[in-house]
């Protein structure tokens, strides 16, 4: 496609339900990021594949939380028995270079917006 | 570890006037910096970056930023503010070689008065 996709865009869930966000990147992009952003702060960020490998999963807040990218390309992030406090925006983006070597251009999806009530 | 520190949460200019949305940043190694803008409910875009070449950056928009390495600053700056570039603006820092994962501020809003 011609830019990130993520689904679904908005997502209430009930205390202790199990929630599954998806992200399809741009084509051919290498990288591809998790960030969650909570309401009038910065993305914070969860974790990190190059191609199919999770190469960074050190800011997943729990073990309650869990991403896979199996064929290198689409992305899933999977939150198990929601929080409140997990409510916020969780958003992907994903870049055609490797961040170890270079630094390039983070794409980003309009973001998957998480209520936890 | 490398930080970046907004340090205005709030940034409220006249339209026409110049804008400044202020970033330091700390680093342990030669950063890559970045300033994105984010509309309400759209992506974050990016505005312009640094990767060491011209310590003076240009981006889209009118916006440039200039690299200051002892200060330690990648301050953003627009000579002339629009009504649309009300926003959401964040500094983001990542070290190649290093902490690579981009780490990005709190964030600034900027208003625009007509």
């Known amino acids: 496609g011609a830019g990130v996709s993520q689904s679904p865009r908005y997502k209430v869930a009930k205390r202790g339900q199990d929630v599954a966000l998806r992200c399809d990147p741009i084509?051919?992009?290498?990288?591809l990021f998790w960030y969650q952003q909570a309401l009038g702060q910065g993305p914070e960020f969860l974790t990190y594949?190059?191609?199919?490998?999770?190469?960074?999963k050190s800011g997943l807040p729990s073990d309650r939380f869990f991403a896979e990218r199996p064929e290198g390309s689409v992305s899933t992030l999977k939150i198990q028995r929601t929080q409140q406090e997990d409510s916020a925006v969780y958003l992907c983006?994903?870049?055609?270079?490797?961040?170890?070597?270079?630094?390039?251009?983070?794409?980003f999806g309009e973001g998957s917006r998480l209520t936890v009530l | 570890a490398q930080s970046v520190t907004q340090l205005d949460s709030h940034v409220s200019v006249s339209e026409g006037t110049p804008v400044l949305l202020r970033c330091n940043y700390s680093?342990?190694?030669?950063?890559?910096l970045f300033w994105y803008v984010q509309h309400p409910n759209k992506g974050l875009q990016l505005l312009l970056k640094?990767?060491?070449?011209?310590?003076l950056v240009k981006g889209i928009n009118g916006f440039e930023a200039e690299f200051k390495k002892s200060e330690t600053s990648f301050h953003l700056t627009k000579p002339s503010a629009h009504m649309s570039d009300a926003a959401e603006y964040f500094c983001?820092?990542?070290?190649?070689?290093?902490?690579?994962?981009?780490?990005f501020g709190r964030g600034t809003s900027l208003i625009v008065h007509p």
């Open positions: 983006a994903s870049s055609l270079v490797q961040p170890t070597l270079n630094t390039g251009e983070l794409f």
């Open positions: 084509s051919g992009h290498v990288s």
């Open positions: 594949f190059q191609n199919e490998a999770q190469l960074d």
């Open positions: 680093s342990s190694y030669s950063p890559s």
């Open positions: 640094y990767t060491s070449a011209a310590t």
């Open positions: 983001v820092v990542s070290e190649p070689g290093g902490s690579y994962i981009p780490t």
